[in-house]
């Protein structure tokens, strides 16, 4: 239960407008949860006493919250709207984020020690003592690490302007070091062959069930203090799934045409296991494979992205895929890599 002084402060923050402090935690029905800070729960009395003076604040807080729930859901179905234009730079520099630790502040003489030479002399002694410890324990070893960083940066340099343009090694690393970069919703596993003149490329991904999309979206009512859970349709699950995968494969071609600039055609398929009825046994299902040239790639408008839909934008290549218009994937064999 809040003390006298909590409700002072809640009053405070509601005069001035402020954050109230306090968490909320939405249960499974929607209903709310007041917590303090360090998680504890308000009683009874005291909700009742917020939902009263603060009513504004907590719709805010809630209105907040029900776009956070939703954000995996636009985020799946938005996935290719982070695809990089092949026309920017593959390389991007780093910089060493660790700053140089402060040297010690020399310590003052007392006027009368200054007086004496001994004790000056002393005094001396004592800050050069504190410098050299400085340089010797901390900015050397500092000076080290930062060495370490530009040197493998200009490896990385080196290898994503140049190696990629000759050397297969290179070029596996660099695609391999930019796939692992993105930040994927739903665990997304990809393998990748080069071909014998290094112009194509073979992929493979891995992508995630079905049965990991969301089965809700939550939506506040005009009065009350809670949120409303909608359950999705089934028919709305499959057309989320159809464009996330989608938007898998085209983040894909994208790290593949902007790292790789020797790179011509790529191929990508997507799969998933499903169990197959007549044995039981859990199988690898191709749900579409694209083959796409760089000159096809290229036509995108990369700046208009939120305009893309990224299921009818592989219908433009070369693509084999059998799928209903509510995303009911069937089998297909998927493009080889010759």
Request: aromatic fraction near 8%; hydrophobic fraction near 35%.
């Amino acid at each position: 239960m809040a003390t006298p002084s909590t409700r002072a402060t809640l009053e405070e923050r509601i005069r001035q407008g402020e954050s109230l402090g306090l968490r909320l935690s939405i249960n499974q029905d929607g209903s709310v949860r007041y917590l303090f800070e360090d998680g504890t729960p308000l009683s009874d009395q005291d909700v009742r006493w917020l939902r009263r003076h603060a009513r504004d604040a907590i719709r805010a807080q809630l209105k907040t919250l029900c776009d956070e729930l939703n954000a995996d859901i636009v985020r799946l179905g938005q996935l290719h709207h982070d695809t990089p234009s092949p026309h920017c730079r593959g390389y991007v520099p780093r910089h060493f984020a660790e700053p140089a630790p402060t040297p010690p502040t020399p310590v003052p003489l007392p006027w009368w020690k200054a007086l004496w030479p001994p004790a000056r002399r002393q005094h001396e002694a004592n800050n050069t003592r504190r410098q050299t410890q400085f340089n010797d324990d901390y900015y050397r070893a500092w000076e080290h690490r930062k060495a370490d960083f530009d040197a493998a940066e200009f490896a990385r340099q080196q290898r994503e302007e140049q190696g990629v343009l000759r050397q297969r090694d290179d070029m596996t690393l660099t695609l391999q070091e930019r796939l692992e970069e993105i930040d994927w919703p739903r665990e997304t596993v990809i393998d990748f062959d080069l071909g014998s003149d290094d112009t194509t490329m073979a992929l493979d991904i891995d992508l995630p069930s079905d049965d990991d999309m969301p089965d809700r979206e939550w939506t506040m009512p005009a009065k009350a203090l809670k949120l409303t859970p909608t359950s999705l349709s089934a028919t709305r699950q499959r057309k989320l799934y159809r464009d996330h995968v989608h938007g898998i494969a085209f983040r894909v071609l994208g790290a593949v045409f902007v790292r790789l600039p020797s790179v011509q055609e790529a191929r990508v398929s997507g799969y998933r296991q499903v169990v197959d009825p007549a044995t039981g046994d859990t199988r690898d299902q191709y749900l579409y494979s694209i083959k796409v040239t760089r000159a096809q790639w290229n036509r995108i408008h990369f700046d208009q992205l939120e305009q893309v839909d990224p299921v009818a934008a592989v219908e433009a290549f070369t693509l084999r895929r059998d799928m209903t218009k509510t995303g009911i994937f069937r089998d297909i064999d998927p493009f080889k890599l010759v």
